[in-house]
């Protein structure tokens, strides 16, 4: 096995793991370059999860390459997990030592988590079906659950929140399976044993890009019933509050440059035309009304 030569002092534990991505076509070196640095990307989001896997503060992760084989396309990698201090590094010392024969389905578990998650967010963002990519993450799940001591629930919930960057991992995921999508039966083992696998459905439900999704939204309202609930007849901007009838709560208002306040003067409520702007929420992942744009005032 290839040695890694961390600096002196450094506390670190590596971890010798192999990918496989199971193809009868020939790779361009273009997508294998892309899957390769998503991959690195993907394993730099784990630190926490892993942590919490291993009951050990994590304080680093990095991938290094041993060997790549051809024709279907094998990765000899190597997962060097680092921590602050001793007592961290006892910890996971000893976690290893009692999953030695499973540690390795666990990480395959885990990156399989991460990488069908970040699909199933591309997918809604893209607003694609994802019936084959839900169904193999719960898979995966219940596998690496099983080899944790946790429920699918738990384990779910650790890999999903520990992710700071959505968008991010939605891109890496989709760029990771890039070399698998030029063959429609081709599959993704993500351990030796071939154990935690991305099936040929799942690849085929990826899509070929990631387009992440619109942060705002605007739509068009004509004479519609405004309710006013605050107001600042010193700004245009701001301190003005509102709804529109039958359609929004109360939302921010914001006057055109052209309309004038003195339509509204003594006015509990007006017709107008509008524009309704929505933002995306991050949690969600839905347009939400954020902003009612006064137009003209009737």
Do not use: C
Not at 20 to 39: E, G, H, M, R, Y
Not at 94 to 117: D, Q, S
Not at 277 to 298: G, H
């Amino acid at each position: 096995m290839t040695t890694i030569n961390h600096p002196e002092g450094v506390l670190s534990i590596d971890i010798k793991h192999q990918i496989k991505f199971n193809t009868k076509n020939a790779v361009p070196v273009a997508d294998l370059i892309k899957s390769l640095a998503a991959l690195d990307n993907i394993i730099n989001t784990m630190p926490i999860a892993l942590g919490k896997i291993i009951a050990a503060d994590v304080d680093g992760i990095e991938l290094y390459f041993e060997k790549l084989e051809s024709g279907s396309i094998v990765e000899d990698i190597i997962i060097s997990v680092f921590f602050k201090d001793k007592e961290n590094y006892e910890k996971a010392q000893k976690w290893i030592g009692e999953n030695v024969n499973t540690r390795n389905l666990l990480i395959g578990a885990v990156i399989g988590g991460f990488v069908t998650w970040g699909v199933m967010l591309a997918n809604s963002a893209n607003k694609t079906p994802a019936a084959s990519i839900t169904a193999n993450n719960n898979t995966i799940i219940n596998i690496g659950a099983g080899e944790a001591n946790l429920t699918p629930e738990g384990l779910k919930s650790i890999i999903e929140t520990s992710v700071r960057d959505k968008k991010a991992l939605a891109q890496n995921s989709v760029n990771f399976l890039s070399p698998a999508k030029g063959d429609s039966d081709a599959t993704v083992s993500l351990d030796e044993s071939n154990t935690v696998n991305i099936n040929k459905a799942s690849i085929a439900e990826t899509p070929l890009k990631y387009e992440p999704p619109k942060q705002t939204k605007n739509e068009n309202l004509e004479n519609v019933n405004i309710i006013i609930r605050a107001l600042d007849y010193d700004s245009k901007k701001t301190g003005w509050a509102g709804k529109i009838e039958n359609k929004t709560e109360r939302l921010k208002i914001e006057l055109d440059p052209d309309v004038s306040d003195d339509e509204i003067k003594g006015k509990n409520s007006f017709h107008a035309d509008v524009t309704l702007i929505y933002k995306l929420d991050p949690q969600s992942n839905q347009m939400i009304a954020n902003k009612i744009f006064i137009r003209k005032i009737y």
